[in-house]
């Protein structure tokens, strides 16, 4: 069992930053790649980046390319979502969530593990 709790979300302009962080409880954290999501108002929920379980390998989805950086720390059972240049397209609730599979994964339904959210907002 992995229970996620995500932080870092706010209100911000067009063009800011935000470091999104998702602490993991339990011993197991490097056996998950870690991954985020985002659900805007009125749409489903999407894959916006995924680290491996060593954290070698990273994808992203490719409107955040460039802009988004995702690490993590399994020392301290942490993954981390680091947004530059928001742009209001980027507001959403954006979720942190932990899967068993080896790689990268990229699909919602092969994450066990889900966050209750944080959200962001970028607005002038």
């Known amino acids: 069992q992995v229970q996620l709790v995500e932080s870092g979300g706010g209100l911000v302009q067009p063009g800011d930053s935000l470091r999104l962080s998702c602490a993991a409880s339990?011993?197991?954290?490097?056996?998950?790649?870690m991954g985020w999501f985002r659900q805007a108002p009125g749409r489903e929920r999407e894959f916006v980046a995924t680290?491996?379980?060593?954290?070698?390998?990273?994808y992203y989805t490719d409107s955040v390319k460039g802009r988004f950086t995702i690490s993590r720390d399994n020392a301290k059972n942490t993954v981390h979502l680091q947004m530059n240049s928001l742009k209001p397209e980027d507001t959403a609730v954006y979720y942190c969530?932990?899967?068993?599979?080896?790689?990268?994964?990229?699909?919602?339904?092969?994450?066990?593990?889900w966050g209750q959210g944080t959200q962001v907002t970028v607005t002038s």
């Open positions: 339990g011993r197991t954290f490097p056996t998950y790649g």
């Open positions: 680290v491996s379980r060593g954290g070698s390998q990273t």
């Open positions: 969530a932990a899967s068993s599979r080896y790689g990268v994964v990229v699909a919602s339904y092969e994450y066990n593990y």
